[in-house]
């Protein structure tokens, strides 16, 4: 497979401007003659399917959720990173770019990053003349905060619903198209295949959730904004309905999946409390700001918190990272929590956590300033565990929470497929090996209002007077066959246990040996266990109901399906890589002092895996990164 | 921790148009440490265990923040905690030997489509009607250049946090959307930025609601089910725009 980064000519700087003045265009009288199919309605999706429809393109819009505004966009808490310097500390977008660059530990492309810099300005400026309702001084301007691996103050916020605010500003521009006819909306529809005909995006095939019925659109162009995988490990912070399966069903058709071992476990989330977990629950990382992590010096101390004496204690990130400390980027953050955790010194009934402690600061700034900062978020947290934390710190450990990698993509957006893009956290191309907290808002929002928009019609104007494939063409009705019987064989197994079991033990095995440490041995078990139990799954799943009616085990079912295949390229691609870098830790590579040991030399490349056909052998294809502008440089937060 | 032994009341339906009954399940051994949809997780996967039909219901992000979740719980919109979702529900508000009567949530405009899970679209028509800025991408000015005073951006905060969830209506003995409609309508109406279509904001949208819902009459059981304790004030605040609206915009048509 050859894969074409098409990035620019001329300096990083201009190559966006040179870009957008080269690109084709489409003249806004022959944008209706389009038909543009998105997948998904959060950010990204909500964000590229109300663009597209503004411009003229007739556009098809496909959720799974009943609407538009419960996309798992919804949940992010903190904020989202911009360089406006509004607050005069020195950023800038070329600091911004170095950040996110350093902070994806140099594995992302220096060309996209410093693109996405460039349009963040916009989007806070888009957002607010859409009505967000950012967090205010008293003198109205804009207010910020910190994030891990920055040292300015670059985070817009809308208290603890950064997320929801944006998402429902971008939904609300997309209700706005549906309004006008623009944008066809179809919800609680799934998607369950990509067509290809000829080498080219031809459509989708998709199943009507509340009827089971399978049905193809075509399209010109075809974008998924589908999100991520973290569900793989089936505890996370993602949404229950989180999945796979429109990237992962790309991927069968023929579009690369690029670096799957990148993943993000966040390190401030509430701990497990037992086995029937159904998912974790994230606290926001801009509690950092404030609070202080530690765990106790000694093992087997059992006081309570508030008696454990200032010397007993061992505020770790603090004493490791002195000029980051509390606000160190998340996968190190992460990683040293293990170690206390792992060294016995974990706490609560479990010993699973560690303390992030607020006392300093509400003795500092007093209850109130704490409370109109992070009042939502401890309510939640006392909702969840009953415990406050303005009386005793809260218990967090980390938890998979982000996927860096996804479908590759060049430049535009496009995947290996012609005509199939992928956008916001379903593609792989700008956070490498570890993203920056308040970096998935801005990016998903860059890729659906302002970089898609862009690109798509470079791909589109040449298409002039086409028509899209019909829906009754062979590669269709094939495609829609074999949904319908994949979905019709779940119900036929007849076998003894349900998804959730099969997803719960795979997210086992993928915690244990593809988590927040990896090793040779362990992905090499895994490699091992996780096809037997997906060979178990064919033949021991039980799926009750019906297909002809609402069947949520189904719908898990296909979604698990899809995990089984996914688990199993990660982990090749985990031990493939002999380094490690950002949220890819082997355990084989590191400084003595327990760092990420990143080998420039043979790794300072993208890892595109190309299906086969047989999951357990994909073909590996690489694409070099070629860093002009930063220096690669031993990451430290010292 | 406790183990709590529970008897469950479901309300199940095969389908809109299929008539409902409520199915009695015992659920014993629930650990009160869970949340009430991970006991329902627990009480599907023992129904899939015994070849029975998992009961449905609608969840997704399990943090209170998607809107997705809904449920009557003994005849209470998101059961009986105060501004909390249904998702953020514990076992531990239970006790041992509970009966708990669960339903969906209920209103003629928010069908069931199959045992728990309704369908809100109406919702969705009201936004489309005029729950937006009309501010296209590209061109928007930078975002410092309107200061909005830090109280008036609380207030729209305020209204803006709405979860579009449905348990307004659900509670509502009229079966009436007015706070759902007005957190919106106050939401952009209070911001500069929403000021150009004020008023035909409030008209098209309140239109639209009651093309489905209900009229308002001020019984605040809307305020006390909402799960982000959303203030009836803001219900005022649309009514005293759509009034305006009414003469003002009846004024600008006849100057056209």
């Known amino acids: 497979m050859e894969l074409n980064s098409k990035i620019p000519e001329g300096p990083i700087a201009e190559k966006w401007t040179s870009y957008k003045f080269d690109r084709k265009l489409v003249n806004p009288a022959n944008r209706r003659k389009y038909e543009v199919i998105v997948v998904g309605t959060g950010l990204a999706g909500g964000a590229a399917a109300a663009t597209l429809g503004e411009q003229?393109?007739?556009?098809?819009?496909?959720?799974?959720?009943?609407?538009?505004?419960?996309?798992?966009?919804?949940?992010?808490?903190?904020?989202?990173?911009?360089?406006?310097?509004?607050?005069g500390d020195g950023d800038s977008i070329y600091r911004l770019f170095y950040d996110t660059v350093k902070g994806g530990d140099f594995r992302s492309r220096e060309a996209n990053v410093y693109r996405l810099a460039e349009e963040s300005v916009n989007i806070i400026d888009q957002m607010t003349a859409q009505g967000v309702p950012f967090a205010r001084e008293y003198g109205g301007l804009l207010d910020n905060r910190s994030f891990g691996g920055a040292q300015v103050s670059r985070t817009f916020y809308a208290r603890g619903q950064t997320g929801q605010q944006l998402l429902l500003g971008a939904y609300q521009q997309l209700a706005r198209q549906v309004g006008l006819g623009n944008v066809e909306l179809h919800n609680r529809?799934?998607?369950?295949?990509?067509?290809?005909?000829?080498?080219?995006?031809?459509?989708?095939?998709?199943?009507?959730?509340l009827t089971g019925e399978v049905t193809s659109h075509s399209a010109h162009a075809v974008v998924l904004a589908t999100g991520g995988y973290s569900n793989v490990f089936f505890l996370s912070t993602n949404a229950m309905a989180c999945n796979v399966t429109a990237a992962w069903r790309a991927h069968r058709r023929g579009a690369a999946f690029a670096n799957p071992c990148y993943t993000q476990i966040h390190p401030t989330c509430?701990?497990?409390?037992d086995d029937f977990q159904s998912k974790l629950t994230?606290?926001?990382?801009?509690?950092r700001?404030?609070?202080?992590?530690?765990?106790?010096?000694?093992?087997?101390?059992?006081?309570?918190?508030?008696?454990?004496?200032?010397?007993?204690r061992d505020y770790y990130l603090e004493r490791r990272y002195p000029s980051f400390g509390n606000l160190a980027p998340r996968d190190i953050a992460s990683r040293a929590a293990k170690?206390?955790?792992?060294?016995?010194?974990?706490?609560?009934?479990?010993?699973?956590?560690?303390?992030?402690?607020?006392?300093?600061?509400?003795?500092?700034?007093?209850?109130?300033?704490?409370?109109e900062r992070y009042g939502n978020l401890f309510e939640m947290y006392e909702r969840i565990t009953d415990e406050s934390p303005y009386r005793q710190p809260m218990?967090?450990?980390?938890?998979?929470?982000?996927?860096?990698?996804?479908l590759w993509v060049d430049y535009e957006l496009m995947t290996s497929v012609p005509g199939l893009y992928a956008a916001g956290e379903?593609?792989?191309?700008?956070?490498?090996?570890?993203?920056?907290?308040?970096?998935?808002?801005?990016?998903?929002?860059?890729?659906?209002?302002?970089?898609l928009p862009n690109t798509i019609s470079n791909y589109l104007a040449p298409l002039l007077g086409t028509t899209p494939v019909p829906t009754d063409h062979p590669a269709f009705k094939a495609a829609e066959a074999e949904a319908t019987d994949r979905f019709a064989q779940y119900l036929s197994i007849g076998g003894t246990q349900s998804p959730d079991a099969f997803h719960m033990k795979l997210g086992r095995i993928m915690w244990d040996y593809c988590g927040m440490e990896r090793t040779k041995e362990g992905l090499e078990k895994a490699l091992a266990e996780i096809p037997a139990l997906h060979e178990e799954f064919r033949k021991d799943l039980r799926v009750t109901g019906s297909g002809s009616s609402l069947n949520q085990t189904l719908e898990k079912a296909g979604r698990v399906d899809d995990f089984f295949e996914l688990a199993q390229v990660m982990c090749l691609d985990a031990l493939t890589r002999e380094e490690s870098c950002g949220g890819h830790f082997r355990a084989e590579h590191q400084t003595e002092e327990g760092e990420a040991e990143r080998d420039d030399e043979h790794f300072a490349h993208v890892a595109a895996w190309e299906w086969s056909g047989d999951p357990t052998a994909p073909i590996r294809n690489v694409e070099p990164l070629e860093f002009d502008n930063v220096h690669l440089a031993v990451r430290s937060y010292k | 921790m406790k183990e709590l032994n529970v008897t469950l009341k479901v309300w199940r339906q095969d389908g809109p148009s299929a008539p409902g009954h409520f199915d009695t399940i015992a659920a014993p051994g629930i650990n009160d440490e869970m949340s009430f949809l991970e006991m329902l997780d627990q009480v599907n996967e023992r129904l899939i265990n015994e070849g029975k039909e998992a009961i449905v219901f609608d969840h997704d992000c399990r943090e209170g923040i998607c809107g997705t979740c809904s449920l009557m719980i003994d005849g209470q919109a998101h059961g009986p905690q105060k501004g909390t979702a249904t998702c953020q529900l514990h076992m531990r508000k239970f006790a041992d030997g509970d009966t708990i009567t669960i339903e969906p949530w209920r209103a003629t405009s928010f069908p069931v489509v199959k045992d728990l899970m309704v369908d809100r679209s109406a919702f969705d028509r009201i936004v489309e009607a005029g729950g937006f800025i009309t501010a296209e991408t590209g061109g928007a000015p930078d975002a410092n250049l309107t200061p909005i005073p830090k109280p008036v951006a609380d207030a729209a905060m305020d209204a803006a946090a709405c979860i579009g969830c449905g348990a307004c209506v659900a509670a509502c003995p009229n079966s009436a959307a007015n706070l759902f409609t007005a957190a919106k309508v106050s939401h952009l109406n209070l911001l500069p930025q929403g000021q150009a279509e004020r008023y035909s904001r409030v008209e098209a949208m309140v239109d639209t609601m009651e093309e489905f819902f209900g009229s308002c009459t001020n019984h605040g059981e809307c305020q006390e089910a909402c799960p982000k304790e959303i203030s009836i004030d803001f219900i005022a605040l649309m009514n005293k725009d759509y009034l305006k609206a009414k003469f003002k915009n009846r004024k600008t048509l006849a100057r056209s």
Request: hydrophobic residues 40%; glycine residues 12%; charged residues 25%.
């Open chain 1, 395 to 406: 218990r967090i450990y980390p938890a998979p929470h982000y996927t860096m990698g996804g």
């Open chain 1, 339 to 371: 170690v206390e955790v792992d060294a016995g010194k974990g706490v609560g009934p479990l010993k699973n956590g560690v303390f992030l402690d607020f006392s300093d600061a509400i003795g500092r700034l007093g209850e109130k300033v704490i409370e």
């Open chain 1, 189 to 209: 529809t799934e998607l369950v295949d990509v067509v290809v005909v000829d080498g080219v995006a031809a459509g989708i095939v998709v199943r009507d959730l």
């Open chain 1, 289 to 312: 700001n404030d609070g202080r992590i530690w765990a106790p010096k000694d093992p087997d101390d059992r006081r309570p918190a508030h008696e454990i004496p200032e010397e007993d």
């Open chain 1, 282 to 287: 994230l606290m926001s990382e801009s509690l």
């Open chain 1, 270 to 273: 509430i701990p497990q409390s």
């Open chain 1, 56 to 87: 003229g393109y007739k556009v098809k819009a496909f959720t799974f959720h009943d609407s538009p505004r419960r996309a798992h966009s919804i949940a992010a808490q903190g904020g989202i990173n911009a360089a406006k310097n509004y607050k």
């Open chain 1, 426 to 451: 379903a593609n792989f191309s700008d956070h490498g090996a570890n993203r920056l907290g308040a970096s998935a808002l801005m990016q998903g929002l860059a890729d659906g209002y302002f970089v």
